[in-house]
């Protein structure tokens, strides 16, 4: 085992801490007295052992009054999702097994040794994946204890042991810097705060903006005017003009006063369906459009509505505008945690005001089922919440959701009634809701749902053939895989009539629901991504099939099924979008009707063109790169930054220098340190004239493994998603033949207006939708005994207080440096009272500048 003086060090510290934190004084949960026991979980190093394994240390201590013996009993928890641990190197009092996905059994052996009140066992938990975070830390232990045939479902106190800065380095390669107050002081000191013009003012960037004179009072508004062509689109106005200034306007068919804003359906002659025409004068507002022209018109001018505490008129402009790309979308993962409708709602209405277009709905995983679909009620029954697991059919508990589930986060489905409500409210909004359910992997649910529907029938004395109509597996496969996710159960099988019986009742069913919503369901997505190795090898239906079909492998199975669905699609009359992996198996697919996700850009490990090849390929391509647009991943690499980092960490200024059509014309960090620079992509496949056709936006993603609330999504997706939004509307800022300075050049020039936008305006904005968004903390600096700060987005307030005091937006706003005589806390506040994280120093630490 490779361990030097700080791996000791650590442990040695490990003991250090769980003493100081009292463990003993601590209150435990009780069950009628029986049971008070605590869990401690202390990460402790990554990079350990000469398998590269990260080290962790579970305490399971008694706090009770009884003896803790070694009974019936099994502890359950989840562990950081994606990785495995070393079930033989937990010591000899317990075992403990995966049972699948990132769930793990803990039990007693024979060696366990009884607990007395106050008395622990400490386990040592190897991870083959580095834990740098707070959100890496196990969750959702439970008890399960049998007393002579009951069983009963214990909840124990949980703490997290605390995780320092260093703890942030994922292995002695690992460079990458992890950033505190004194680097955000230097990175923010690039910014000066600007007066906003009116294009400044609004997200996305217009093409086109022609100041004028004089100016349009929003509070002498008296009429909106339309007809019946546009009145759909006067009443969304209407109802922004009631939220902005609290007016309730008439929609009348001709102006019967001054001071009104007309809609004309009619189309502005740009490039794009979506062009609308802005034009603000002294008396008169009018906008021009086609249907979603207008509604991008209206948001537009609903961009430039007066925000708490600005004057009420606006600046006479003209603006002409119109989209880069036909395709800005968001992916939203409902599947690993749930979100509620009104959340959905809440979210649509940002992307809406945002002029984002398309909602990927990932509604299904191996973790949950989130779509009420009347012709398979088993799939709602079973994978709309997770328990123990009872059954081969149960959805066991993912992500620290416990042994019932949690309502809300873990549990919870959208109705057929919920689905058509968020369709309405969408298309309204101009965006359209692509449903994803994920297959042929990720597909438990799915599998369980149908195998038990199957069970079912039959005892109800249907036949097997009725029965076993939608059946997605084989009963005798003997295939040994693990997915990503650490399933061994989550692949339908091709080789089967039955799966693909399945596949089209999906696509009839979402039409139906579609059809009673009155809007045309135009694409679905069938996933299509992290097929394991190793699947339907043993399968005697795959032999078989591939025997009668002349395929030579496995691979080949992939294939034929990709092809099969595909046809499916067309016939069905609805395009199919699948994520890319999908062409690692399927030779010969055909471009028609299929749309590809191309996400897997990571920096440094070759597959950053793979979305360029597609698009050369002739296939239609949206850009879903995690290196930028992935959500999940953190901002930053801090502890206490939550989100994944597996594909880079992606703060707001990530998102924004993102280039779609020139990924190799800059340089890019790479996620254990260092840089990919131009020179070393010039091999890398650039976009052709037909690859570039093929381009059809780009789409951020929103993974939910680490969502417990939707205050946790929105701090994830807000700002990011602003800066998407300006990506996938705003035409290019690269001229031909330009690289890497002259490129950043430009970048830093566009960021200061876009971070000033955010903090004078768009946070304010979106705290009075009540939306909640990652306000940075502050950067600080410290010489000569006196502290300076700064933030990342001018035009919010720094304030700070003594430590032991409340820190509010009343404390003292800090306007110059100020002398560092004890302990202080600084923090960044909105126009609202909402803050960032708090810093702390004090005159007794050791700080220096950073130069």
Same mark, same amino acid.
């Given at each position: 085992?490779?361990? /030097? ?10 003991? @250090? ?40 240390? @579970? ?75 707070? &959100? ?119 102006? &019967? ?47 430039? !509505? ?135 992997? %990720? ?13 079912? !029938? ?18 005798? /496969? ?72 002349? !395929? ?43 749309? @590809? ?96 056709? %093929? ?100 035009? @919010? ?55």
């Amino acid at each position: 085992m490779k361990v /030097d003086l700080t791996y000791q060090m650590r442990i040695f510290i490990t003991f @250090l801490v769980l003493g100081l934190l009292g463990l003993n004084g601590c209150v435990g949960t009780k069950d009628n007295g029986k049971h008070d026991i605590l869990i401690h979980w202390q990460q402790v190093g990554n990079d350990v052992n000469e398998k590269g394994e990260s080290f962790a240390q @579970l305490t399971i201590k008694n706090i009770g009054k009884n003896t803790f013996t070694k009974g019936d009993w099994a502890l359950y928890f989840n562990n950081k999702p994606c990785t495995n641990l070393d079930v033989n190197a937990i010591g000899d009092q317990v075992s403990i097994k995966r049972i699948n996905g990132d769930f793990f059994e803990v039990k007693p052996t024979e060696k366990f040794k009884a607990l007395e009140k106050g008395e622990s066992l400490v386990l040592d938990l190897y991870t083959n994946s580095a834990v740098i975070k707070y &959100t890496d830390a196990a969750g959702g232990f439970y008890f399960l204890f049998k007393n002579k045939g009951k069983e009963e479902f214990y909840t124990p106190a949980y703490e997290v042991g605390k995780f320092t800065p260093d703890m942030a380095v994922m292995s002695k390669d690992d460079t990458y810097e992890v950033e505190n107050e004194f680097i955000r002081y230097k990175n923010n000191a690039k910014l000066t705060k600007v007066e906003l013009t009116t294009a400044q003012k609004i997200i996305p960037t217009p093409i086109q903006v022609i100041e004028g004179k004089g100016g349009f009072d929003i509070a002498l508004i008296k009429e909106i005017v339309s007809n019946s062509a546009t009145n759909k689109q006067a009443e969304l106005l209407q109802k922004y003009i009631k939220e902005s200034t609290d007016k309730d306007i008439a929609i009348v068919d001709k102006a &019967t006063s001054d001071h009104y804003i007309k809609l004309v359906n009619k189309r502005v002659n740009a490039p794009s369906k979506e062009a609308y025409q802005l034009d603000i004068k002294e008396k008169e507002i009018t906008i021009q459009g086609t249907e979603k022209g207008l509604v991008y018109g209206i948001q537009s001018l609903r961009a430039l !509505l007066p925000l708490k505490g600005e004057s009420s008129t606006i600046k006479s402009v003209s603006i002409k505008d119109y989209p880069r790309f036909g395709y800005r979308g968001f992916m939203m993962d409902v599947a690993r945690n749930f979100q509620t409708k009104e959340t959905i709602l809440n979210l649509l209405d940002v992307m809406g005001f945002y002029k984002m277009n398309t909602l990927h709905f990932h509604l299904t995983d191996d973790e949950g089922w989130r779509i009420e679909l009347e012709k398979f009620p088993e799939l709602i029954e079973l994978g709309s919440k997770r328990t123990h697991p009872t059954s081969p059919y149960s959805t066991i508990p993912s992500y620290g959701s416990g042994a019932k589930g949690i309502d809300g986060v873990s549990n919870g489905y959208y109705s057929k009634e919920d689905y058509i409500e968020i369709l309405k409210y969408a298309e309204a909004r101009n965006i359209e809701i692509i449903p994803e359910v994920d297959i042929p992997g %990720h597909a438990r649910i799915a599998i369980n749902a149908m195998s038990y529907r199957a069970e079912k !029938l039959l005892k109800e004395g249907k036949s097997p053939e009725e029965a076993n109509k939608y059946l997605l597996n084989d009963p005798n /496969d003997a295939s040994e895989y693990s997915s990503v996710q650490g399933f061994d159960d989550n692949t339908i099988c091709p080789c089967q009539e039955s799966s693909y019986n399945f596949i089209e009742a999906l696509v009839t069913e979402f039409q139906s629901i579609y059809n009673e919503a009155g809007v045309p369901l135009e694409t679905i997505h069938f996933g299509g991504d992290e097929v394991a190795k190793g699947v339907w090898e043993k399968s005697p239906i795959c032999q078989e099939f591939m025997k009668e079909n002349n !395929l030579k492998d496995v691979e080949a199975i992939k294939g034929y099924y990709a092809l099969r669905i595909a046809k499916m699609a067309k016939k069905n009359k609805v395009k199919l979008q699948l994520w890319d992996d999908i062409l690692h198996h399927a030779k010969g697919m055909s471009p028609e009707n299929l749309t @590809l996700n191309a996400w897997d850009n990571s920096w440094g490990v070759g597959t950053e063109d793979f979305g360029y090849k597609r698009a050369n390929q002739g296939y239609d391509v949206i850009l879903t790169s995690v290196s930028s647009l992935y959500f999940d991943m953190a901002y930053t690499k801090e502890v206490d930054e939550p989100g994944f980092y597996w594909g880079d960490y992606n703060d707001t200024r990530a998102v924004f220098n993102y280039l779609p059509t020139h990924f190799f014309d800059i340089d890019h960090k790479l996620r254990l340190g260092g840089v990919l620079t131009v020179e070393e992509m010039k091999d890398k496949e650039r976009l052709t004239k037909k690859g570039l056709s %093929h381009i059809k936006g780009i789409q951020g993603a929103m993974w939910a493994e680490t969502l417990k609330s939707s205050d946790r999504l929105e701090y994830m997706i807000y700002p990011k998603m602003l800066a998407l939004a300006e990506r996938g509307w705003a035409k290019s800022l690269v001229n031909k033949g330009e690289q890497g300075d002259a490129i950043i050049k430009k970048l830093d020039k566009q960021w200061n207006v876009f971070a000033n936008a955010l903090g004078q305006r768009e946070f304010n904005r979106l705290a009075t939708w009540g939306r909640n968004y990652r306000i940075p903390p502050v950067g600080l600096q410290v010489e000569d005994n006196k502290v300076s700060a700064n933030i990342a987005y001018p035009g @919010l307030t720094i304030r700070y207080a003594k430590v032991g005091e409340e820190l509010t937006n009343q404390s003292p706003e800090f306007t110059s440096d100020i002398a560092l005589d004890g302990n202080y806390q600084f923090a960044a506040f909105d126009a609202l009272g909402n803050h960032g994280r708090v810093i702390s120093v004090s005159e007794k630490d050791n700080l220096t500048t950073m130069k």
